[in-house]
């Protein structure tokens, strides 16, 4: 990978700090000329408040963490609880429907990465197409197909883009006037979106579907952001509109539409028409539009702190891992998500203090051995190993830090992939397993043990379901002894009391 720039050109931002002075005005003795019935008042409704907390705290262990839970059979087992009832209604997978965008041109080809997540007989969605395409007999692992309505009234005036993007947009409307029941959210992606719909359900159900919402993220690239908008939620990473946002779009989408003739695509358009609802994007940074090209390694070796929601832009870039097909890669991909979707592709920083070697993990992904010692604050930014929307190599492109693959011939990362993953002997534990990528190393006179010669890296951790119920925090790694020449072993897992990423 060339990297162009110089890294030690760096931008010294003016520090704005905020305009000082101003404290807080805060009503002194207000209280003391409120008469006592009020403050009577607020005790008692603290004091009922507390009772009830209580009883819900009391009673909400009782609550399945799956989100493909089985509680349907429990609720009705305690439907008179009401406290329950509440803990149990939660988002799950059966709240949402996908509305996926396709064309029929690239039907064929692009419907193996819908298969890869998509599951008919837990899921509801459907496929919007421009056209026709026969049927295949893969139909059963598929959403529904229908064909979008007709948009020729529509006014599309932008040179460089597709009127499609009228169909695309209007998919939320259309997929809500199906009338479908029970509905929290609409899902949109693109035929080339895959979602780790587990994940997804772990963040819907953060927010309250009864609100309007708007949830997605944003490109990578900072100039997509600037032409298009940094309040925008990317099409292809996937976004996600409440039940009642939808209801409040599809009244106004298509005047909507017409008042914007001169944009581009689908996602600004859905934009605008947020934008006149006075709705902002709230941001999940799970979702990844990836509009980059080249290897994606760099951004899954060091996943933000946040459940891994979609992956987009597939046929653009290389294959997740090495030597094989895309849609390979991919389902190699979905073994350790099925053990543990909310830690995967997580990533966790430690050292072998012995050896002074770096190790990153992005679980279920690979993992990186490192000679030197590098911080954590240089770790947890995602290496340059692809190129921006315009196909340079440039590191002022992307809206967050990067870093570039290797500073010095001696710290070119040992890369090690996926190639095995499994519970252990007594299924309290994953056990995966990781080969070293072979590729050519440029000499090293550092004296310090070298990292080829280790071929397999083994990691143990414990499956966390309710990792995204707590506050963002990246596990902890360590690195145990190994039994066996040439290999590695790493146990993964929640941080100890006191425990930081750090070598002494
Ligand atoms: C609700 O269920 C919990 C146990 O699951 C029980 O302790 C509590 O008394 C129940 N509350 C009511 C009102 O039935
Ligand atoms: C669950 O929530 C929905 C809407 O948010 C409501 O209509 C339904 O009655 C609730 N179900 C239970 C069992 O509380
Ligand atoms: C769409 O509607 C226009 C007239 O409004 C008609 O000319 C055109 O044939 C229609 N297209 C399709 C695919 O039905
Ligand atoms: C790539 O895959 C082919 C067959 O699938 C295999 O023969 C070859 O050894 C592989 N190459 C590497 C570098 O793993
Ligand atoms: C898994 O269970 C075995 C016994 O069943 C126990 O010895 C081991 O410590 C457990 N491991 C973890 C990570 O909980």
């Known amino acids: 990978m060339k990297v162009s720039q110089k890294d030690s050109e760096k931008i010294v931002w003016d520090p704005m700090r905020s305009p000082s002075g101003n404290p807080l005005k805060i009503p002194g003795s207000q209280t003391r000329t ?15 408040y507390v009772v009830y907390t209580l009883k819900l705290v009391s009673t909400s262990r009782a609550c399945n963490d799956e989100p493909f839970s089985t509680h349907h059979r429990l609720s009705t087992l305690i439907s008179t609880n009401d406290s329950v009832k509440l803990a149990l209604n939660r988002t799950g997978i059966e709240h949402i429907v996908f509305g996926i965008a396709a064309s029929a041109k690239l039907w064929d080809q692009r419907k193996n990465y819908i298969k890869l997540w998509y599951k008919p007989k837990q899921m509801r969605g459907v496929v919007w197409l421009d056209n026709k395409v026969s049927t295949g007999n893969d139909d059963g692992l598929l959403p529904p197909i229908k064909i979008s309505g007709n948009t020729s009234q529509f006014p599309y005036k932008n040179r460089q883009g597709h009127r499609s993007a009228i169909r695309i947009s209007r998919i939320v409307s259309e997929t809500l006037r199906l009338g479908l029941k029970n509905v929290r959210w609409f899902v949109m992606g693109d035929d080339d979106t895959v979602f780790i719909t587990e994940n997804l359900v772990r963040v819907l159900r953060k927010y309250d579907h009864n609100q309007y919402y708007y949830i997605g993220s944003l490109s990578e690239s900072h100039l997509q952001n600037i032409y298009f908008s940094y309040g925008m939620a990317y099409g292809g990473g996937g976004f996600a509109i409440s039940y009642p946002l939808a209801k409040a779009l599809y009244k106004m989408q298509d005047r909507c539409i017409h008042r914007y003739p001169g944009l581009y695509g689908s996602d600004d358009r859905m934009q605008a028409c947020m934008a006149e609802l006075g709705v902002p994007l709230t941001k999940e940074l799970g979702f990844h539009q990836y509009d980059v090209y080249g290897n994606l390694f760099g951004l899954l ?25 895309r849609v390979q890669a991919l389902q190699r991909l979905m073994i350790p998500m099925k053990l543990d979707s909310a830690g995967l592709l997580q990533q966790s920083i430690c050292y072998d203090k012995a050896k002074t070697w770096t190790i990153s993990v992005s679980w279920g992904f690979a993992v990186q051995i490192f000679r030197g010692v590098f911080s954590p604050r ?3 930014m995602p290496s340059r190993t692809f190129l921006n929307w315009y196909r340079r190599a440039d590191y002022t492109a992307y809206a967050f830090n990067t870093r570039p693959v290797s500073r010095n011939p001696c710290q070119k990362p040992f890369v090690f992939y996926l190639t095995k993953a499994k519970l252990g002997e007594s299924s309290n534990e994953t056990v995966t ?25 083994v990691v143990y951790k414990k499956p966390d379901p309710h990792l995204w119920d707590r506050s963002p925090r990246r596990n902890c790694c360590r690195v145990k002894e190994a039994s066996k020449k040439g290999s590695m072993v790493v146990d993964v897992g929640v941080c100890r009391e006191g425990e930081i990423s750090g070598v002494n």
């Open 34 to 48: 409120l008469p006592k019935l009020m403050v009577w008042l607020i005790l008692v409704v603290s004091v009922t």
């Open 301 to 325: 070796a060091a996943h933000p702190v946040a459940p891994l929601v979609s992956l987009h832009h597939l046929d653009v870039v290389e294959p997740i891992f090495p030597n094989v097909t």
């Open 378 to 380: 240089e770790m947890e």
């Open 433 to 457: 397993e990781y080969i070293r990528h072979r590729v050519p190393y440029p000499s090293c006179k550092w004296k310090m043990p070298d990292p080829a010669k280790i071929d397999t890296v």
